[in-house]
């Protein structure tokens, strides 16, 4: 790129080995923006490049940057170039969730291996805990050093742990530079409009940074408990009818279509429906399973 006047650079995001690239040329004094892939694709499509290939994709992408590079919000395109600290940080909130998932692996493992493996497979288990262990002490001991006065901002809210404290001071960097609209859109808590003409289409969350958006829903079903202005938000919510999530959802399965229950507008043998739960339903379910042969037992 020496010699060359080069105004904005457009890549990709590929599951993080874009980083590096990113840090160097902007540490070269270049303005770089990351893209979502599936934003670059509706933008070649919207060009006609229904094909996909590497030349129309760099096409693609070039042309992506020609647009933002001419637009009088430019500025908000330039992905921010993290600290060492920030890097550091990541890092060290990302490995968590994997120690975490490795550990989930090896229990569900566990329950159903061999007793010639079991030792082996709980000796990992141990090892995940204590890097778990360690890990977190590292972490603490990092936002202590760097990012003190916006984590104790940030846990003086009720239902904000120090893992949604570490999330948020990891994963969203703009934190204190944009309004309170501009960070929920930017997350994903803020609902898309979906209308078109007379039409009033239902509003939904999309996109978004999914492991900040995870982390501050458990955090509200914490803060409902403890904090009133949240508590308030939330029954009126459910005062319009705002559908509950996780337990309080209403179960549904996929049983006969029995004549007894819909009388005539029953469609005829084989058709399934879908209804609440009962316990007579539940019953005649189970009773399907009554005359099946029970598995084969081995030692274990």
């Known amino acids: 790129m020496a010699g060359q006047a080069v105004d904005l650079i457009v890549m990709e995001a590929s599951g993080g080995l874009e980083s590096s690239l990113t840090c160097a040329r902007q540490a070269a004094g270049f303005a770089v923006a990351v893209i979502n892939p599936r934003q670059a694709r509706d933008f070649a499509k919207a060009l006609g490049y229904l094909v996909k290939a590497n030349r129309i994709d760099a096409k693609a992408l070039a042309e992506v940057a020609e647009v933002r590079a001419g ?130 289409g239902k509003r939904a ?48 399965a996929q049983v006969p279509d029995y004549p007894q229950r819909h009388g005539q507008n029953r469609q005829g043998p084989g058709r399934f429906s879908s209804y609440r739960l009962t316990r007579k339903t539940v019953a005649d379910m189970l009773g399907r399973f009554s005359n099946a042969q029970p598995r084969s037992t081995c030692s274990r």
Do not use: C, W
């Not at 990092?142 to 999330?167: F, K, M």
């Not at 990891?170 to 609209?181: D, I």
């Not at 492991?211 to 939330?234: C, D, H, P, S």
């Open 71 to 200: 637009s009088p919000e430019r500025d908000r395109f330039v992905t921010a170039l993290p600290t060492p600290q920030q890097q550091a940080l990541h890092a060290l909130v990302a490995r968590p969730r994997q120690l975490v998932a490795m550990q989930v692996a090896e229990r569900q493992r566990l329950s159903v291996s061999h007793t010639a493996a079991r030792k082996l497979i709980g000796a990992m288990i141990m090892v995940i805990r204590t890097e778990l262990d360690q890990v977190e002490t590292e972490l603490a001991k990092h936002i202590e050093t760097h990012h003190a006065d916006l984590a104790l901002r940030l846990s003086s809210v009720r239902g904000i742990g120090p893992t949604t404290v570490a999330t948020l001071i990891a994963e969203v960097p703009e934190l204190g530079q944009l309004s309170r609209r501009e960070i929920s859109a930017l997350i994903g808590l803020a609902p898309f409009n979906r209308d078109s003409g007379q039409m009033r």
């Open 205 to 252: 969350i999309f996109g978004g940074r999914g492991q900040v958006r995870r982390g501050l829903y458990m955090a509200a079903l914490a803060a409902i408990r403890f904090n009133a202005v949240i508590k308030q938000f939330y029954d009126r919510l459910v005062a319009v009818a705002k559908p509950k999530k996780g337990r309080h959802r209403r179960l549904h």
